[in-house]
């Protein structure tokens, strides 16, 4: 079972976060949510915003391939990089990953701020 790292985010985790024995298969927004990180999803993990974009500093090639709507999402996303993915779809393969919650997101309708 991998471990996933998640660098420190000033709101959804200042500290950072060491997760041990990750479940493969699980998605990445699942795994962070069941620990306590409260990653955006304001469309409930439909692929339909871009609220839970993360880029995955390492183990990006573990994960399986982007779905064209997917992709399309991504291009939407604050902060796009080469290795980000929307959370909600991308799913832990078998190898360690580092990811990094983006400072900002495209939020229309949080109400927190």
Same mark, same amino acid.
């Given at each position: 079972m991998p471990q996933v790292v998640i660098l420190p985010h000033v709101e959804s985790c200042p500290d950072g976060a060491v997760l041990e024995h990750v479940p493969s298969g699980e998605t990445i927004c699942d795994v962070l949510l069941v620990n306590g990180i409260e990653i955006e999803h304001a469309c409930e993990k439909s692929c339909a915003c871009t609220t839970c974009h993360v880029i %995955?500093? /390492?183990?990006?090639?573990?994960?399986? /391939?982007?779905? *064209? /709507? *997917? *992709? #399309?999402?991504? #291009?939407?996303?604050?902060?796009? /990089? =080469?290795? @980000?993915?929307?959370?909600?779809?991308?799913? +832990?393969?078998?190898? #360690?990953? %580092? !990811?990094? !919650? =983006?400072?900002? @997101? +495209?939020?229309? %309708?949080?109400e927190s701020h």
């Open positions: %995955v500093r /390492e183990g990006f090639s573990s994960l399986g /391939e982007a779905t *064209e /709507e *997917e *992709e #399309d999402m991504l #291009d939407k996303a604050w902060g796009l /990089e =080469p290795n @980000s993915r929307l959370s909600c779809q991308a799913r +832990i393969g078998t190898a #360690d990953l %580092v !990811i990094e !919650i =983006p400072r900002y @997101s +495209i939020n229309m %309708v949080k």
